[in-house]
């Protein structure tokens, strides 16, 4: 509740939905993109009816037209969806004339993974996918961030740590350690971004500027 107060949105990957259902509102619907199902997928918006969730990664050019079809499904139940393009490939015709609920996703690279396309190939509303807090922060310099989703600060919470706007620093805490580090990371966050403010000519980056999701929980 104290996240919900600061603007945030609960979030949770769709394999362990246990972690969001007592919450009415989530924010963003997270994948498995290791392991991907499409049918489970779907089976989870069902249930949860997120504000955000992504589409299966576009690792490949000819797969482009099997994830579109798929994102059709798919905002038969989410208010939005995310398009992550990943392909070196891809060319700015390949993601023109998509509908004004499909953002596309930079997958910040990490060890874990991410894009090789170049940052300047994300115009319009762009959705940031892991990272650091930090690294998300300067990448909104350079992009139109509408929203991010961040696990990195659930991570550190559990080695008592939290993001204190530059690094990860340990908590002082004497009460609830973990909900502490993570409430104290996010008031951070947010005054890293409390200067934000959307390009004057973009109306869906305006809507939804205070948009900021993470995934809370175990996921």
Partial sequence: MRAAQHGWF?????????????????GFLDIDWKRYCFQTHLNALIKTRPVLTVARDVVSLRDLDKVK???DEILKYASYAILVPKDRRFERA????????VIL?????????????????FEGPVHLL????????????????????NNNITIAARFG???DGKSQKVHSSRGRFYED???????????????YRPAPDDGFRQKFHRLLLSTIGDC
């Fill in 10 to 26: 609960p979030g949770a990957r769709y394999t362990n939905l246990r972690t969001i259902k007592k919450f009415r509102r989530i």
């Fill in 69 to 71: 079809s798929e994102v």
């Fill in 94 to 101: 390949h993601v023109e004339n998509l509908s004004d609920r």
């Fill in 105 to 121: 996703g930079y997958s910040v690279p990490t060890g874990y993974g991410g894009t090789e396309l170049p940052v300047d190939f």
């Fill in 130 to 149: 892991g990272g650091n807090p930090l690294s998300q922060r300067q990448l909104g310099e350079v992009m139109n961030v509408i929203s991010f989703d």
């Fill in 161 to 163: 740590k939290y993001f």
């Fill in 181 to 195: 580090c993570i409430f104290d990371s996010m008031l951070c966050i947010n005054k890293l971004w409390s200067d």
